[in-house]
């Protein structure tokens, strides 16, 4: 099959399409056909070596396509089943294989390309403003990169849970964006800082949950727009790695929490798994929330997926197309 692998970490330059065997599914696994794959941030990070992995490696952690064969005791899929999965690692290929008791079926008017773009970044942001922080009526909360993949995501559900939402993005274009998702005040954080404008907003008050996954850049004002026992959830480092910190800010700050999440240990069982997927699915497919897919390119030209999602362009979800 033809894969796209890394041999070493380094820039886009550094993705390799090239021939390997395809792989046999082992015991409770799944060998599934991908016809879409999607393209994330921590695939950045896994090329980059920002994550660390053994080479050489398939990088990639989310798809959909149709199983082709299972093997010995996988029973939540049959061969031919349409399926999505995310947290997988070894997706940017023609096959992967997949532990089954990931595996989610798809609904039968969803094309693969919606499966595969709303698995990782839908669950995200399901399980960011659900369970990582229960969102509560009334909330005032603030998401960075609001128009991003998860960030438009996240907005949406906050909404549905009945938040006024601040959001900061870095263009007007994605300012309409953050709009069109629900988010209430929008704030470009390239020419405004946000921290004064949240001050303003909440009577000094400041908030009881800042979602950041813009990391280096907004991390230091983002603890100073926390209400006293507020909660940081830093789930990303898009802009680099926050440096290490004194726990004596979190006291500094306002007894505040720092939680760094991970999808993976959100949904580390098939229940849990399904708790956040059946919702995020549910929701899409009845128009509750809006799943913006950007722009497909083949599974060859990984390279430039991953330079477009770096360039800040981007306004929803890459897809690789094997
Ligand atoms: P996005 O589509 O949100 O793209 C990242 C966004 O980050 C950009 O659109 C940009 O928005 C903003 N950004 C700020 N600084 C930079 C920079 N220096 N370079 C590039 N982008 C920058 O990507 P995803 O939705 O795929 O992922 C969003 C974040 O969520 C990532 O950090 C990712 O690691 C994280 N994530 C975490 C998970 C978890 O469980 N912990 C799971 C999934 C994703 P703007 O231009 O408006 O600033």
């Given at each position: 099959?033809n894969?796209?692998?890394?041999?070493?970490?380094?820039?886009?330059?550094?993705?390799?399409?090239?021939?390997?065997?395809?792989?046999?599914?082992?015991?409770?696994?799944?060998?599934?056909r991908l016809r879409?794959?999607?393209?994330?941030?921590i695939d950045?990070y896994?090329?980059?070596?920002?994550?660390?992995?053994?080479?050489?490696?398939i990088?990639?952690?989310?798809?959909?396509?149709?199983?082709d064969?299972?093997?010995?005791?996988a029973?939540?899929?049959?061969?031919?089943?349409r399926?999505?999965?995310a947290?997988?690692p070894?997706?940017?290929?023609?096959?992967?294989?997949?532990?089954?008791?990931?595996?989610?079926?798809?609904?039968?008017?969803?094309?693969?390309?919606?499966?595969?773009?709303?698995m990782?970044?839908g669950?995200?942001?399901?399980?960011?403003?659900?369970?990582?922080?229960?969102?509560?009526?009334?909330?005032?909360?603030?998401?960075?990169a609001?128009?991003?993949?998860?960030?438009?995501?996240?907005?949406?559900?906050?909404?549905?849970?009945?938040?006024?939402?601040?959001?900061?993005?870095?263009?007007?274009?994605?300012?309409?964006?953050?709009?069109?998702?629900g988010?209430?005040?929008?704030?470009?954080?390239?020419?405004?800082?946000?921290?004064p404008?949240?001050k303003?907003?909440?009577?000094?008050?400041?908030?009881?949950?800042?979602?950041?996954?813009?990391?280096?850049?907004?991390?230091?004002?983002?603890?100073?727009?926390?209400?006293?026992?507020?909660?940081?959830?830093?789930?990303?480092?898009?802009?680099?790695?926050?440096?290490?910190?004194?726990?004596q800010?979190?006291?500094?700050?306002?007894?505040?929490?720092?939680?760094r999440?991970?999808?993976?240990?959100?949904?580390?069982?098939?229940?849990?798994l399904?708790?956040?997927a059946?919702?995020?699915?549910?929701?899409i497919?009845?128009?509750?929330?809006r799943l913006?897919?950007?722009?497909?390119?083949?599974?060859?030209?990984?390279?430039?997926?991953?330079?477009?999602?770096?360039s800040?362009q981007?306004?929803?979800?890459i897809?690789?197309?094997?």
């Open positions: 099959m894969a796209v692998r890394i041999h070493q970490p380094g820039g886009p330059d550094a993705l390799r399409y090239e021939e390997v065997p395809t792989p046999l599914p082992a015991e409770g696994e799944a060998l599934v879409a794959v999607g393209v994330n941030f950045v896994h090329r980059s070596g920002q994550y660390s992995l053994s080479f050489p490696a990088i990639g952690q989310e798809g959909a396509g149709v199983v064969s299972v093997g010995s005791g029973t939540e899929v049959t061969p031919g089943d399926v999505a999965f947290n997988v070894g997706c940017y290929a023609e096959f992967a294989t997949v532990p089954a008791w990931r595996c989610v079926k798809i609904p039968a008017s969803w094309t693969f390309e919606q499966a595969a773009a709303a990782l970044q669950m995200t942001a399901h399980y960011l403003s659900h369970t990582t922080y229960p969102i509560r009526q009334g909330d005032t909360v603030l998401v960075h609001a128009a991003g993949g998860v960030g438009a995501l996240l907005v949406q559900m906050a909404k549905r849970r009945g938040a006024k939402v601040l959001g900061t993005v870095s263009s007007e274009e994605k300012a309409q964006v953050a709009r069109e998702a988010a209430d005040v929008v704030i470009n954080y390239i020419r405004t800082d946000f921290v404008e949240v303003r907003l909440t009577d000094g008050q400041g908030l009881p949950v800042v979602y950041d996954s813009v990391g280096r850049d907004t991390f230091d004002r983002s603890l100073d727009c926390l209400a006293l026992r507020g909660m940081l959830v830093l789930f990303g480092q898009a802009s680099g790695r926050v440096p290490p910190l004194d726990p800010v979190l006291n500094a700050k306002g007894s505040v929490f720092l939680t999440p991970s999808l993976h240990h959100y949904t580390h069982t098939r229940e849990e399904l708790s956040h059946e919702e995020v699915l549910q929701w497919g009845d128009g509750t929330i913006r897919i950007d722009q497909s390119f083949p599974l060859s030209r990984a390279a430039e997926a991953h330079a477009y999602l770096q800040r981007a306004l929803g979800k897809l690789l197309i094997p």
